[in-house]
């Protein structure tokens, strides 16, 4: 098998309760999907780790994790607001989260496995002393972190989250060895608030942040425009040699944080690309997780298991139906087809931009930001 994913029971227990966006459901609903298609049977299905906190503290602080523990309210670290509420066994179950993330990266570094995919992982928000945005612990860069002690010297982290990935650039931003790209709704609008081109890195590692920031309304072939406008001429640059992705579904047009447009089609188009880029600069090291997305049903599951089958090497076709038995626990408005109907296409920036289009602006932004930084010429 071409593919990996780490994933046990535990890791379906990230839970804020019923009243919060981040619902364990999306978990669950993606892998019966998942599995009810077959696409789990394409893929070797391991286990996490047991946690281990040394792994955690090569990201995130002692005395924070230590009041993460706790598992009592405490503001100064963030644990117990309206976004990161206390749940049970916070630290078990998070740091689970974490070393299935590690676990994805260290296989496919050690080379058991070509790609390797932790579906509930994806916590981009994490800050070293603080929980932020639905996240305790930032896996994605425990993960990073891991590859650094471990020989990695370039790794390419690309995070298609409707919100910037903060956490993760906050983390590397002044190490030159880990390029982070971002493609999320304009910080002028969207938490965190971040995410602008001018953030390109720090004084010793200029040009390792990217940032795509999109206004409002953008949808699939906008979208596709900016992103191949973009990340394959920054990772070819970049030379990295694994490539770890983060897939927050919620740029959907029917998430309810976020304004973005795409459909899973187009979702499904973007998890292509990237592991496209994983083979032509990574020699198939890809390492991919989750993230966010609150369209619990209708959304997440498709966008999700078809990036496990992609994982796995074999893409599920969009018109595909789910399977009824899927579709019969959450009632009469489940979708019944793993597309939402559209064609994908989008018209590439090289051939030509419009200056008045808050898209090509967004582009042109970036590109003149970070692309001299990287040796490439920003073709204006």
């Not at 503001?75 to 749940?87: H, K, S, V």
């Not at 990266?105 to 790609?115: F, H, T």
């Not at 890195?201 to 900016?226: E, H, K």
Request: net charge negative; aromatic share 8%; hydrophobic share 40%.
């Amino acid at each position: 098998m071409s593919g990996r994913l780490v994933h046990s029971e535990e890791l379906t227990r990230y839970d804020f309760g019923v009243d919060h966006a981040m619902g364990p459901g999306r978990v669950r609903h993606t892998i019966d999907l998942a599995r009810q298609l077959g696409v789990l049977d394409l893929l070797e299905v391991v286990p996490p780790p047991a946690v281990d906190d040394d792994v955690i503290l090569a990201v995130h602080d002692r005395d924070y994790v230590d009041a993460v523990k706790a598992n009592v309210e405490n503001l100064a670290y963030g644990l117990g607001t309206t976004d990161n509420p206390i749940f049970p066994r916070m630290h078990e179950v998070s740091g689970t989260i974490a070393m299935a993330t590690t676990e994805a990266a260290r296989g496919v570094w050690q080379g058991e496995v070509r790609r390797a995919c932790n579906i509930s992982g994806g916590l981009h928000h994490a800050m070293p002393r603080a929980t932020s945005g639905f996240c305790v612990y930032n896996d994605v860069a425990v993960a990073i972190s891991w590859l650094l002690a471990n020989g990695a010297e370039r790794i390419a982290y690309v995070d298609v989250d409707v919100h910037h990935g903060d956490g993760v650039q906050q983390i590397f931003y002044h190490d030159p060895r880990v390029l982070t790209v971002s493609l999320h709704e304009t910080p002028a609008v969207l938490f965190p608030g971040t995410g602008y081109p001018s953030e390109t890195g720090g004084p010793d590692a200029i040009g390792s942040a990217v940032n795509v920031a999109l206004p409002a309304g953008t949808g699939d072939s906008g979208w596709l425009r900016a992103f191949h406008a973009v990340v394959p001429q920054v990772l070819e640059a970049f030379a990295p040699q694994i490539l770890v992705t983060q897939h927050g579904c919620d740029s959907h047009q029917h998430d309810p944080l976020a304004d973005l447009e795409l459909t899973v089609d187009g979702q499904r188009a973007s998890y292509l690309a990237l592991a496209d880029l994983a083979d032509r600069f990574c020699e198939g090291r890809w390492v991919s997780t989750g993230g966010g997305g609150y369209a619990i049903t209708n959304v997440v599951p498709r966008a999700w298991t078809h990036l496990l089958a992609i994982v796995a090497g074999q893409p599920l076709a969009p018109e595909t139906e789910t399977p009824p038995a899927w579709r019969e626990p959450l009632g009469p408005y489940a979708p019944v087809a793993m597309t939402d109907g559209v064609e994908i296409d989008y018209t590439d920036f090289d051939l030509g931009f419009s200056p008045t289009s808050r898209l090509d602006q967004a582009i042109l932004a970036t590109r003149r930001a970070v692309f001299p930084e990287l040796g490439l010429d920003p073709g204006l």
